[in-house]
Nanobody, 126 residues
Framework: QVQLVESGGGLVQPGGSLTLSCVAS????????IGWFRQRPGKEREGVVC????????FYRESVKGRFTISRDELKNTVYLQMNNLRPEDTAVYYC???????????????????WGQGTQVTVSS
């Protein structure tokens, strides 16, 4: 059974950090396109950080460049999103998503991704 499970969300003060995890089961993450998306209150789901299935690079949304970093542990079949210097506008439900073949640069529209996790809430507030 293919499954993605996110964890690591929570309440953090502005300027703080969180690391989100996305554990995959039922398939190997290594050669899949991976996206971290978020959905802020009243907004559409948006791509935050995306990696293509071709390994052709990593896309970071402009507002998170220099603050967020994606990484993966192939042995644990897990992808991480390190979020530093968090801002109130980063408050959202964060999702990881995958597809076995999305070779282009950037984040594809959410409907293109095949598998989704359940999401984890990140709240940045003082």
């Amino acid at each position: 059974q293919v499954q993605l499970v996110e964890s690591g969300g929570g309440l953090v003060q502005p300027g703080g950090s969180l690391t989100l995890s996305c554990v995959a089961s039922g398939f190997i993450l290594g050669n899949h396109a991976i996206g971290w998306f978020r959905q802020r209150p009243g907004k559409e789901r948006e791509g935050v950080v995306c990696v293509s299935s071709s390994g052709g690079g990593t896309f970071y949304r402009e507002s998170v460049k220099g603050r967020f970093t994606i990484s993966r542990d192939e042995l644990k079949n897990t992808v991480y999103l390190q979020m530093n210097n968090l801002r109130p506008e980063d408050t959202a439900v964060y999702y990881c998503a995958t597809h076995n073949f999305l070779p282009g640069q950037g984040c594809y529209p959410p409907y293109e991704y095949e598998h989704w996790g359940q999401g984890t809430q990140v709240t940045v507030s003082s």
